[in-house]
């Protein structure tokens, strides 16, 4: 017997019923009308691309240069993954390395063009391998060029490689060097009454500085300048080779400056030319005309003979191989560390273990790269991620580590156990320290007329951040941090060969490039990935192999969605996929507050390094 009256039973059953009417309108209008673009896209689609001898190849990156993308839903794809302009997309460092390196051995390639101009962050070290690449791209006797209307510190970096550079004659070339600015809070925190509780061990473990001061300190400060100073040296080095000039022309002082630009009669473009910063001056009209001179023109007549970097990929890929043969397998641990499981872009102690352990356990793999892209983060979740390189190790499978743009702190934890370490000369790694901090309220409340009181049978149950900590409970927090750093210092004394005093003089937190690392002794040699997996298929005697990537695969439901999603890309309206500055700076923030609720440590034990954003 039902427990309603029959009138509420009516009732919502009428109000289900509708419910569900409309949901089902709604659920087939939006299905419906994602059949109708579908349609339209393959009745529409284009022909089939091909590649015309005497070619040129549009290198067009766009967004952020990568080791590993991040997990993007199918519907977030369709608006902001798939256009080659779009600023916040993602592209895998190995592609951009693979298309270089195949159009150099096309007979139909027969020029490069860097489109730059939506390329929002890369690194000196991942830019430094794709110059590498442009390198050897140009001792085939093909040219590269680079053509923008504006060029910022990033974009002429991978420009300074073109054997022509080209400006817009309304444009200029912004080179400011490096710097290091930052917020600090103590003050505000002392007016809202919020009292911050940190624990750290490291001279110059940093991270917790904005919480604790108003400005940065003098141990900050002298290793900051340091770090810039080794950074921007190896920037203005390579930029300085392959334009033929001094480092010191690139960034100048203010009158120097003024003195170049009153030269030029005031015109940035001029003097950017007058410089030797770039080599001619050109309209968009007058590029294009050039480009038809070089390559001719294409079926339309409109534009040169082209292809772009997205359409070379998809036709040049190599297909999968089914005859499994010895191996090198490769594990990308790209963003920060957290516990558990974690999804493409972030560091998950759970799901980066199961990628070593079934390295481990797939006998046709021999030997494993891990390629490490992070500043750190929980320190069980570092520790749980080196147990399986350890047990790589006893399984007879020698690990190499390549470190990216950084491997610091929990990046660098992960890295210390490994048979052979290669970092680029621009890495930023060790950052070799510990910290624990949160905040508690009471006064905050208490200033509100909010007042905590109660029992608890320990010290402990009482804990929360709405009372003050006592003197013996921070105590004893402090000895965990204090455990955790000679952890970390002996974990490196252990695997480098060294003495715990000798890793103290260089840990307390400090960052360092990897060429100082190698003096230092963190890393065995300066090198990318190439020389990474030469070496262990040196260690695993291996002759001949292949390489696999470890990762978590798609379903082949995920696939098939996100190929009907990127082949429909095209036919969305412009204003869906574009956001307001507003939109764009809530994600800013949400993502950094996601990020940070996610640090989840069991101890509160933090292996971070926040100084790694050049």
Known sequence: MSAKPPFLNRLFKLLWNTVNTIRKIIVNLFFFGFLAIIIVAIATSDEEITIENQTALVLDLSGHIVDQKRYVDPFEAILSQNSQDNPDAEILLSDVLYVIENAAQDTRINA????????????????????????????????????????????????????????????????????????????????????????????FKSAVEPFIRDDMSEEDKAASNQLLADLWQSYSTIVADNRSIQPNQLVLDTDTYLAELNKADGDSAKMAMNLNWVDELLSAEQFRLAMIDLVGQDKDGKSFKKIHFADYLALSAPLPTFVETETIGIVVAKGNILNGTQPAGQIGGETTSEYLRRARLNDNIKAVVLRVDSPGGSAFASEQIRQEVLALKEAGKPVVVSMGSLAASGGYWISASANHIYATPTTLTGSIGIFGMFATFEDALTHLGINSDGVATSDWAGLSVTRSLSPNVKAVIQRHIERGYHEFISLVATERGMTLEQVDSIAQGRVWTGSRALELGLVDELGDMDEAISKAAELANLDKFDTKIIEQELSTEQLFIQQMMGATAAYIPTSIKQSTILEQMLSQWSSVIEDLSKFDDPKGMYLYCERCDF
Not at 128 to 145: E, P, S
Not at 177 to 197: M, P
């Open 112 to 203: 490069l063009i860097l489109n730059l101009s939506n390329l929002r962050s890369a690194g000196i070290s991942k830019m430094t391998a794709i110059g590498d690449a442009l390198n050897m791209f140009k001792q085939t006797g093909k040219q590269v060029i680079a053509m923008e209307n504006s060029y910022n510190q990033n974009q002429y970096f991978l420009a300074s490689y073109a054997d022509q550079i080209y400006l817009n004659n309304q444009g200029m070339v912004s080179l400011d060097g490096l710097s290091r600015y930052r917020l600090f809070y103590k003050s505000a925190l002392e007016k809202l009454k919020i009292n911050t509780h940190v624990f750290r061990v490291g001279t």
